[in-house]
């Protein structure tokens, strides 16, 4: 059931934000995956085999997708499967910053039903499940209603602003960033930014509670095309991802699709 799924997302959450803070500002060792991947951590792996460690034990029969572990085709044949980044905005984490995040997700076939990201630095924890609100520390929380896309507050990278990624021209919008994707989808979701988009592929692991929060709290989220997100995919990743309230999700898709 969600609620129990959450209960059981939020306690992983808290125990992986005790390891984290350990290692944080403490100089921890950091290794680069090279390519795409960027920095990995020794907090990130600690916090990582907790995580499989409880959860698989808790729920044996669930799949398996993380960032720092090796895919396993297998999940793809689960009903359930768990949706882990164990340090989201590992950079921030390694330079000190508060704002690195634990991203956990449940899903089941493709869609996530339970969803907790929990900042440790700032003892902030946002949840949710398909059968309960979006919360921040346990009061609701709702999405921005602005109408207006000229002037919102949009969480996105100055690149994702680039002339040639829009069709309709670019949006005037004032531009704010985070470096936890997951951060970013949870401020959209209370309304601390009118929303915020990536047009840049999305791994599910950085996105999948994110995206079950903002929407509870009343958030249109979908890829950058407008269509809705799904999980626990082969390829594991998202074709971008826009998170804002119903009237500025379509007018940005009308603009990276060149209409009015």
């Given amino acids: 059931m969600p609620a129990h799924d959450l209960a059981l997302l939020t306690e992983a959450a808290r125990a992986a934000g005790r390891i984290a803070l350990r290692h944080w500002k403490r100089n921890p060792q950091v290794w680069d995956k090279g390519g795409e991947h960027g920095p990995v951590s020794e907090a990130d792996l600690a916090v990582n085999d907790m995580l499989k460690t409880m959860l698989l034990a808790a729920r044996p029969d669930y799949g398996w997708l993380s960032e720092e572990t090796p895919d ?26 508060e704002t690195f995040a634990h991203s ?14 929990f900042l440790p630095a700032l003892d902030r924890l946002y949840t949710a499940s398909v059968t309960a609100p979006a919360l921040r520390d346990g009061r609701p929380i709702a999405a921005s209603t602005r109408q207006e896309l000229t002037g919102a507050d949009i969480l996105t990278t100055k690149a994702n602003l680039a002339p040639d990624r829009w069709a309709g021209g670019v ?41 079950l929060i903002a ?35 379509g007018a940005l898709v009308q603009r990276l699709n060149g209409g009015a």
């Fill in 171 to 211: 949006p005037e919008i004032n531009r704010s960033f985070r470096a936890s994707l997951a951060y970013r989808l949870c401020l959209a979701a209370e309304g601390r930014y009118d929303g915020m988009f990536t047009l840049r592929p999305a791994w599910e692991w950085d996105i999948a509670a994110g995206s």
């Fill in 72 to 97: 396993d085709p297998a999940r793809l044949t689960c009903d359930k499967v768990f949706i882990i980044d164990p340090i989201d905005g590992t950079r921030a984490f390694i330079a000190g910053e």
């Fill in 215 to 249: 929407t509870r709290a009343g958030a249109t989220v979908t890829d950058q095309t407008g269509a809705p997100l799904r999980f626990n995919t082969a390829e594991a990743r998202a074709d971008g991802v826009l998170a804002l309230p119903p009237l500025l999700h």
């Fill in 104 to 117: 956990l997700a449940v899903t089941r076939a493709g869609e996530v039903t339970a969803a907790v990201v």
